[in-house]
């Protein structure tokens, strides 16, 4: 009997993509297991939470490398170590050198807050009210070197509200996107998603279009 899914978790910030997964695995939502969460930046809160759920956690500063090739070396050596099943990028600001992330295809996965592809990298939600869209929302994909451009999983779609400000739709987008992440872990976890020729499949079928995340949270 195989243990459960292992997950490491990149997070630069606030962690609350991160307090989202510590929950969901706490309540038996998500059948997983965090083995470590990982920062580039020490003072994290995302540390802080992990901490406090008792979760290994390493802060690892950028600095002391001598260029980004070595320091993803050494990030991924530490993960890679823990034998995670998969990476999540759960708000990590840094970008990920592509030979670290052509090793690890199909196992490293990132949430972004916009429906990619429109309005890759950041600022994304005062962009997106900028350009007039009428919906937005979240992305959980395959991390490519391409950034924000590799096969999107699912997505969340809100409306934008004639007087939304960026942090307004922010909130917003934030209270859907946790569930997106768990809703998706779930089905990674449970083997029915995976990253074949670069597409993604749902059990065994490439999907035509990403899924979109139900308004029970649950996909089918
Ligand atoms: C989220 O909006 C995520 O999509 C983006 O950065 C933010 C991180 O939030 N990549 P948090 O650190 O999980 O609270």
Known sequence: MPGPFRIAVLASGRGSNLQALIDAIASGALDAQIVGVFSDKPEAL???RAHAAAIPIHAIKPRRFESRAA???????????????LVVCAGYMRLISPRAVEARRGRLINV???????????????RAI???ASVHGASVHYVT???????????????????DDA?????????REHPLLIATLGLIAA???ALVDGAVQLDGVPLPIPLQLPANNVFA
Do not use: M, N, W, Y
């Not at 320091?71 to 099943?85: G, M, Q, S």
């Open 145 to 163: 070197p391409d950034l924000d451009g590799g096969p999107v999983i699912a997505q969340c779609e809100l409306p934008v509200h004639a007087d």
């Open 167 to 175: 942090d307004s739709l922010a909130r917003r987008v934030l209270s």
């Open 71 to 85: 320091f993803d070396e050494h990030l991924f050596t530490c993960i890679d170590e823990l034998t995670p099943d």
């Open 46 to 48: 995302a540390l802080q």
């Open 112 to 126: 972004h807050p916009s429906l990619l592809p429109a309005f890759k990298g950041l600022r994304t939600h005062a």
């Open 130 to 132: 900028a350009a007039g």
């Open 191 to 193: 083997g029915r998603i």
